[in-house]
T-cell receptor, first 114, second 115 residues
């Protein structure tokens, strides 16, 4: 499984856009990039998944450059409630023929200040 | 739609005792996972079921940990005997696809303290 590297912590302020970059230099052709969010005393929650270019949903955007060796999770206009740990995961999501196995790193602790 | 249910939410035991955790996945989800999350770390996969068969248990300490998923629905994770280093949050997750899926739905977890 491809190894990911992301900042240990980040600080931001309410209303700002936050970009968390994840490095995955040895990503394989079949690998997808997935981000999870975890609040204290809760299980992780799926945020977004992508393969290339840009993916956007109601929560976040995911930017993936052409070489796919990194990805950036973008959270628009964060609020205090976005304070959480964010995990970047990379792995094969072929669907139907292989079994998804999530390997979590330490994640990025995002703290949003008033 | 009801989420993944886990019980108990908290458990304190002494080392060498046994403990069991229960998980009820989202209805219809074929795949069920158990993770161990030690404080300050990301979750680590212990075992993965598809229906009632084991897909991956490579990181399960089989000398003390066991898990089963009867009838392909509920699952139980047991530790016997517990060690101090087993203190962690045990998370159960499920996913709707029979094959691979990275969109997993996690329960609230069971916080285990071994003294």
């Amino acid at each position: 499984l491809a190894k990911t590297t992301q900042p240990i912590s980040m600080d931001s302020y309410e209303g700002q856009e936050v970009n968390i970059t994840c490095s995955h230099n040895n990503i394989a052709t079949n690998d997808y990039i997935t981000w999870y969010q975890q609040f204290p005393s809760q299980g992780p929650r799926f945020i977004i998944q992508g393969y290339k270019t840009k993916v956007t949903n109601e929560v976040a955007s995911l930017f993936i450059p052409a070489d796919r060796k990194s990805s950036t999770l973008s959270l628009p206009r964060v609020s205090l409630s976005d304070t959480a740990v964010y995990y970047c995961l990379v792995g094969d999501d072929a669907g139907g023929t292989s079994y998804g196995k999530l390997t979590f790193g330490q994640g990025t602790i995002l703290t949003v200040h008033p | 739609e009801a989420g993944v249910a886990q019980s108990p939410r908290y458990k304190i035991i002494e080392k060498r005792q046994s403990v069991a955790f229960w998980c009820n996945p989202i209805s219809g989800h074929a795949t069920l996972y158990w993770y161990q999350q030690i404080l300050g770390q990301g979750p680590k996969l212990l075992i993965q079921f598809q229906n009632n068969g084991v897909v991956d248990d490579s990181q399960l300490p089989k000398d003390r940990f066991s898990a089963e998923r009867l009838k392909g629905v509920d699952s139980t994770l047991k530790i016997q005997p517990a060690k101090l280093e087993d203190s962690a949050v045990y998370l159960c997750a499920s996913s709707p696809l029979a094959g691979s899926s990275y969109e997993q739905y996690f329960g609230p977890g069971t916080r285990l303290t071994v003294t």
